[in-house]
């Protein structure tokens, strides 16, 4: 007996050891390249892409939010076609699926090498309609989580209709004149009102005092119930509404959003009577993360989230980590039949490969800054006011 109970304690004995021999499966690990820049023209903007990527690493790996432990690795994209190429091919060797960039030609060069390396790339910012141009004319490997230039157009066109502006002035940015241009494309086609004129300044790089003597030259000619929209999401825009307004500038101010559309910058200005688009506000819960987003960004990075450029590319690495299925054709299938969760909405694409922006879970927001408060005048289900005039 006491033989069989020994053999017996020898055997459980072999039995555990062998357990503690077998490795346990480690958890994939998926690399997500973001494509920022962090020099050049842009890198305002840059600075708010690369910490909004950052804070979606940990917020997927923190909340479980993808089937794979998540690593993001970063390129500087600068600010022309060429940086953001290269940035891309470094990347390319590295990262299982690709997301960020900033303007349209810099996106377009991108998908272009996308499909040459067959490598996913998702577009976080750029709105380029070109992209779509290359999904329906084969090149099945490249997405857009952002705004494409129609939805730029209409949201300015709705905000338009909204004022019942008499006239309107388009003030747009040079190093972003393709999208500005498409932009002002939608809005013209619109009809909504009036046009008065357009003019694009420069960077102050290139031409320091441009912006100023844009300023005062469309302060001559708005009026009361003008608007003047504004398509410089970077910071020379501030300095472009202080001018305006210090000579005199009237009327209501629609900014496509960015740093005009950061609380703080807006009260540090002093400015009131301004309207802006940006994909998501911190007090309106499109989702269980909008909040988190703004909370935890503040918290970690001690600013004020951005609501578009960067808010949109924490959503493409969130949107890449909950496609990703195994391999780069999976992907693709799953990212043109599902639905994924980001801080902004819900995002489904179409046959384009396009965000369906303006749908019932995915919608942009057009706020007002008056006298020190953010009004929301559109979408409808969320609108806490009418446009307020000065």
Same mark, same amino acid.
């Given at each position: ?41 842009? %890198? ?58 900033? %303007? ?6 991108? =998908? ?10 998702? =577009? ?11 999904? %329906? ?9 952002? +705004? ?51 003019? +694009? ?20 000619? *708005? ?6 929209? *504004? ?5 020379? %825009? ?27 910058? *807006? ?21 269980? *993360? ?6 935890? +960004? ?9 609501? +578009? ?82």
């Amino acid at each position: 007996m006491k033989r069989i109970f020994v053999l017996w304690m020898l055997t459980l004995l072999l039995v555990l050891i062998t357990i503690g021999c077998v490795q346990q499966p480690q958890e994939e690990t998926l690399t997500i390249g973001v494509i920022v820049p962090e020099t050049g023209v842009f %890198s305002t903007a840059g600075k708010a892409m690369k910490n909004a990527a950052t804070l979606a690493e940990e917020h997927i790996n923190t909340l479980g939010l993808s089937e794979y432990k998540v690593k993001v690795i970063f390129a500087d994209g600068g600010s022309t076609p060429e940086e953001s190429k290269a940035a891309f091919m470094e990347l390319s060797s590295k990262a299982d699926i690709i997301v960020g960039t900033y %303007s349209s030609d810099q996106s377009v060069v991108c =998908a272009e090498a996308a499909k040459e390396n067959k490598k996913v790339f998702i =577009a976080s910012v750029a709105s380029a309609e070109q992209l779509e141009k290359m999904v %329906s004319e084969g090149n099945k490997y490249v997405f857009r989580n952002a +705004y494409n230039t129609s939805y730029w157009g209409l949201l300015a066109a709705e905000f338009l209709r909204l004022s019942g502006a008499e006239r309107y002035y388009f003030v747009g940015y040079d190093p972003l004149k393709t999208f500005n241009q498409g932009m002002l494309k939608e809005i013209e086609k619109a009809n909504v009102t009036k046009k008065l004129g357009e003019t +694009y300044y420069l960077s102050t790089k290139v031409s320091p005092n441009d912006y100023l003597e844009k300023a005062e030259k469309v302060t001559k000619i *708005l009026e009361d119930r003008d608007v003047l929209v *504004l398509g410089d999401p970077g910071g020379t %825009s501030v300095g472009f509404v202080k001018a305006y307004r210090n000579a005199g500038g009237k009327g209501i101010i629609y900014s496509v959003g960015g740093v005009l559309a950061l609380p703080k910058t *807006l009260r540090d200005l002093n400015e009131s009577y301004i309207a802006f688009q940006a994909a998501a506000l911190e007090d309106i819960e499109k989702t269980d *993360l909008t909040k988190k987003y703004f909370e935890d +960004y503040k918290e970690k990075f001690g600013e004020e989230a951005n609501n +578009y450029a960067g808010i949109l590319t924490y959503d493409a690495v969130l949107i890449a980590a909950q496609a990703w299925a195994g391999d780069t054709e999976k992907t693709i299938k799953k990212l043109e039949t599902g639905e994924f969760k980001g801080a902004s909405g819900i995002y489904r694409f179409n046959e384009n490969h396009q965000a369906l922006w303006g749908s019932e879970d995915l919608k942009g927001v057009i706020g007002e800054f008056v006298n020190g408060s953010i009004l929301i005048v559109y979408p409808e289900n969320l609108k806490t006011s009418d446009v307020v005039w000065p």
